[in-house]
């Protein structure tokens, strides 16, 4: 069974840019969640998606924002980069709501 | 707002030896707990997961709950060098739709 699939792995961007990371759960999982992590904060809550719906959001200003498609793939974005954005984000998938999550490898996010 | 509270080391133990890494947090109605191993430069990996008050093994891990404490701990038996890494708490709560929260961490150093 394939598992947490993120893309891309690594990215360079400018200040005020913006970018969008996409994510693709195990087969079967409808839940999708990101966060992001830094070295100083550690995990943090982005959103939560489930069927398409966001169910949950993050202390994070609007300029993150996300999506699921009907195949359960998720796309995060993020816009006006700022240098603090820079970060590993994770995408993590579930398919029961008390187990815990699989992480993808997560995109590390440099902006200059 | 959950908040979860973990040392963060480093935690230094000899290899054989026992290592017992601890988490409390502050909210009541929290019912799901969940232990995760970070090896640097990777993404987090599920180890653990528990429900119920008592102890709960799976190897050489066992995770114990106290949920009129608002701890959970995981106690590592027989450390190895491999089992170096941070150790992440993360729980959440009942509703569905409800984040998984993670703490920032206790690192665990397993020397030979």
């Known amino acids: 069974k394939a598992g947490v699939t993120q893309t891309p792995r690594y990215l360079i961007k400018t200040r005020g840019q913006q970018v969008t990371l996409s994510c693709s759960p195990i087969s079967g999982h409808r839940s999708v969640s990101w966060y992001q992590q830094t070295p100083g904060q550690g995990l943090q809550f982005l959103f939560e998606?489930?069927?398409?719906?966001?169910?949950n959001k993050g202390n994070f200003p609007g300029r993150f924002s996300g999506r699921q498609f009907s195949n359960s793939r998720s796309e995060m974005n993020v816009s006006t980069l700022e240098l603090g954005d820079s970060a590993l984000y994770l995408c993590a998938s579930s398919d029961e709501m008390d187990y815990g999550y699989t992480f993808g490898s997560g995109t590390r996010l440099t902006v200059v | 707002q959950k908040e979860v509270e973990q040392n963060s080391g480093p935690l230094s133990v000899p290899e054989g030896a026992i290592a017992s890494l601890n988490c409390t947090y502050s909210d009541r109605v929290s019912q799901s707990f969940f232990w995760y191993r970070q090896y640097s430069g990777k993404s987090p990996e599920l180890i653990m997961s528990?429900?119920?008050?008592g102890d709960k093994e799976d190897g050489r891990f066992t995770a114990q709950l106290n949920k009129a404490s608002q701890y959970v701990s995981l106690l590592i038996r027989d450390s190895q060098p491999s089992d170096s890494a941070t150790y992440l708490c993360?729980?959440?709560?009942?509703?569905?739709?409800?984040?998984?929260?993670f703490g920032k961490g206790t690192t665990l150093s397993v020397s030979s």
């Open positions: 528990i429900y119920s008050n």
């Open positions: 993360a729980l959440r709560g009942s509703q569905a739709g409800t984040a998984l929260i």
């Open positions: 998606y489930f069927s398409e719906t966001q169910r």
